[in-house]
C-alpha cells in the first residue's frame, strides 16, 4: 500500500487550480489560432483575436481568464494500492478549493439554490471518483463556468431515433444555445449508461484535448459530422456571426439498457480550464 | 467609433444602430440577478435606488475580486436573460444601456424601443482584457451580495458593439443569417 500525505495532495492541488484559472491550455490557443485561419467573418475574427489577447493578458498580469471562475469539479482515479494519510481525500481538494479560490482571489460561485446566499468559498466541490488498479492518484481538476453549464441538456432518446437522433439533438441544442454559452463552445457528448451516467461521461468527455480524435472510428467520425453541422449554423465567435460555433466536439459512449438511449449534451465554453495532476 | 460618456441622453443612444462600436468612458455600475431583484423591490417598494438609473448604463458582471494594486480582477460580461425579469422596470425609469452577452427576450427589445435604450455585446470569456479598461471600482449597494453586489465603475475606452438598437434591429439575428449554411 502506498501512502501519500493529506497536505501534499491539498497543496498540489491548490497550485493546479491557481494556475488553470490564469493560463490558458497548449491546445486550446492552439484551438483559437486555428479557427483564426478558418474563419471567414471579420467581427468573428476580431473576437478570436480578443480571446488570443485575453489569454496572453492572463497568463502575464495573472488575472483570471474569465471571471467565472466555475464551481470547482474534480475527476479522482484512485489506484487500489493507494491510501490518503492523514484525513479524507474529499476534504484535502475541499481545503484546496477553499485556499486556491480564496488566495488567489478567484470569484467564489457556490451559493444556495432557494436563498442564493453564497457559500463564501466556493466550497463543496463537485467530486468524481472512479478506482483503478496501481498505486498512483490521478486528479483532473476542471472549473466549470455557469454560462456554458445553463446551456446543456440531458435527454432520454428512443432507440429507434438512433445516430440521426442523437446528432439532431446535439446540433439543435448548440442552435438553441445561441450567444450565452461564449462560443467557440467545445461540446462533450455522453451516450448511453443510465440518466446521470450519460451527463458524467459528457463532462469527462470535455477533458478529452482539444482536436483530439477520438480513438473509435465510429465515434470520430461522429465527432465530425456533428462538428461540422455545428460549424454551419453561422453563430460564430461571440454569437455574432461566423464559421466558429465550435472549437470540438468528443463524444463518449457506454452500453445502455435496452428500453433506453440516454444523451447528454455539456457544452463547454472556449474558456476550458481544466489541471492534471499526479501523485 | 461612436463615444459614449454617462450619464447618456435618449437621443444619443437613438442614434445608435445594431453594429455600431461604441467605446464608453466614464461612470458605469454593476448589476447581476441578486442585485437586480433588490433593485426591483426597492422600486416596488417606493424606495430610493442607490444610483439614479436615469442616463445610466449597467454591466451585467460578478468580478473576480481585486487582488492587491488592482481596481478590479476580471471582468467580463455575464449572461443577460438572466436580467430579462428585470430589465423593462430600470428602462421605464431612463436606463441607456445595458451590457451583456447572449440574445433578450421579446419584453426587453419592446422596452428598449420604447424608452430609448440600447444593449451593448461585450466579448464574453475576455474577463481579462476588459479588466484593462476598468480605472476603478467601488462596491456602493447591496455589500453582502458579493460578487454580485452593485459597483460603481470607472471605464475608460471599455469596448462594445451595439445588438439590439432603439429601431428593433439584432445583430446576433442579422449576422447569424449571414452565415447559416443549410
Ligand atoms: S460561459 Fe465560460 S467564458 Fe463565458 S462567462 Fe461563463 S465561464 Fe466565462
Redesign the pocket.
Known sequence: MRSIPYNTIKEKVKAAIMEAAFIAGEDLMAGFKRALEQEESPLGKEILNQLIENAEIARKERIPL?Q?T?LAVFFVEMGDEVKVEGGLLPDALNEATKEAYGEAYLRKSACNPFTRKNTGDNTPAIIHYDIVKGDKLHITFCAK????ENMSRVTMLTPSDGKKGIEDFVVQRVWEAEAN??PPVIVGVGIGGTFERAALIAKKALLEPIGKKNPDPELAEMEERILKRINNLGIGPGGLGGRITALDVHVKMEPCHIASLPLAVNIN???SRHAEIDF | MTILKPPVKREDVEALEAGDKVLITGTIYTGRDAAHKRLVDLLDGNKPLPFDVDGAIIFYVGPTPSPPGRPIGSA?P?TSYRMDAYAPRLIERGLRGMIGKGPRAAEVKDAMKKYGCVYLGAT??AGALMAQAVKKAEVIAFDDLGPEAVRKLEVENFPVIVINDTKGNDLYIENVKKYKRE
Open positions: 474569465c467565472d466555475g463556468g455557469g454560462g456554458s454559452p461564449c465554453c472556449h474558456s | 467580463g455575464t464574453g470569456g
